[in-house]
């Protein structure tokens, strides 16, 4: 820890961000479709009156019914680049709460670590750069141009917030983006692509005696995954490893037949699905990748007559990628350094995160925050409570550096 830190701004903010971090994990924000109030509601009104106490504009947006984006906008008043800070309010299942040490939103702090889920990804980092802007606040900072608070829903889901949030135009203009995620404080600028495929393989159903009648889809899904498995070894020692995002992978994650109705030991389904969970590097071509898919189908296909499959895309993310000498990027790493008294790690982001769209819609974006990148979505999730005050540190410091003067990138 740097010394300097040891003052009265730091222990403020300390104090202020693990407080911050309890009211919003205590906060149940689970999307569980179907069920009245299971969404985002709760912890997006609370975020967006905590915005409106401390004297920032405040924005409510409903993307889709229960589910709403908050906005929050610091005006400096000054010509100047804008900054957009983005985290967001919703938290993966659970899971099984009796697994659980602790109640998993109860947001306890045992031998320096608070426990619950989004207490690392990603209420505490959500808690951090809010944080951050209410001590800039504070100590009436001078800054030059905007910074934007994009807190969305659905991050762990389709992304539909900030797709909305772009779509509603709050992302044109901005200069530069920081993606509050669980990164130990590692300077991410490269992320991993993704791809989501459904694939349907159709059959006949038939009894599982007499095989000879039916047209058994488990066996054509079988020698596609084994295909698959071929194309993503090619794809690794084609591309070798990134040095930020490691290996490029094509995972099979969901298997079913029948798809519908009740699976039964002796009867041939008529159907078999697949996902497919693809996740990408900067080198990879989606639409070339897509293609060597769609080649070895049609191979299959030319040795079976019975081979008929569906292919739907579920989504497509493209991998991303800031180039160092990105004033956003020095920004962070400036404040890295500053703030820990040590050199920043540059890394990459295994998975995807909001930050991919605003990437497509040309926002430069870097990666960082507070958590053990290993930690999301496990039972007895914790964030480190000193690494939330220090994270907070860097998020206040890397504004203040973005912002210091009125030139504007865009300009």
Known sequence: MNLKLENETYLRDREAV????????????VYREGIADANETKVALYVAEYLKNIGIQTHIEEVVPGRPNVIGIIDSGKPGKTL?????????????????????FSAEIVDGRMYGRGTNDTKGNLACMITAVQSILKDKEEFCGKIILCIPVDEEGMMLGIKHFIKQGWADGVDGAIICEPEE????????????????????MAHGAISWSGINPNWRM???????????????????????????????????????????????????????????????????????INAIIARLKNDDADFNVELTILDNRPSTFTDKDHPVVQAVYDAVKEVTA?????????????GTFLHMHGVPIVT???????????INEYVDIEELAV?????????????KDGSNIND
Request: glycine share 6%.
């Open 222 to 292: 079988a020698r596609l995954i084994v295909e698959l498995e071929k194309l993503e070894k090619e794809e690794q020692e084609r591309l070798g490893e990134d040095p930020y995002l490691k290996w490029p992978s094509i995972t099979p994650t969901i298997l079913q037949a029948p798809v519908k109705g009740d699976a039964q030991i002796n009867v041939i389904p008529d159907h078999c699905m697949m996902t497919l969970d693809i996740r990408t590097v900067p080198q990879q071509d989606h639409d070339e990748l897509l293609n060597k």
């Open 342 to 354: 040590e050199e920043p790690i540059y890394n990459g982001v295994p998975g995807a995160t909001d």
């Open 185 to 204: 404080n590692n300077v991410c600028i490269a992320q991993r692509g993704a791809m989501r495929i459904r694939v349907d393989v159709y059959g006949k």
């Open 368 to 378: 960082i925050g507070a958590g053990d990148r290993e930690i999301p979505h496990q």
């Open 84 to 104: 957009l800070f983005e985290g967001h309010t919703d938290v993966v299942t659970e899971g099984n709460v009796d697994a659980w040490t602790y109640g998993p």
């Open 18 to 29: 693990i407080q911050l971090t309890r009211e919003l994990v205590q906060i149940p924000s």
């Open 391 to 403: 994270t907070t540190a860097i998020f206040r410091d890397a504004a203040l550096r973005f912002l």
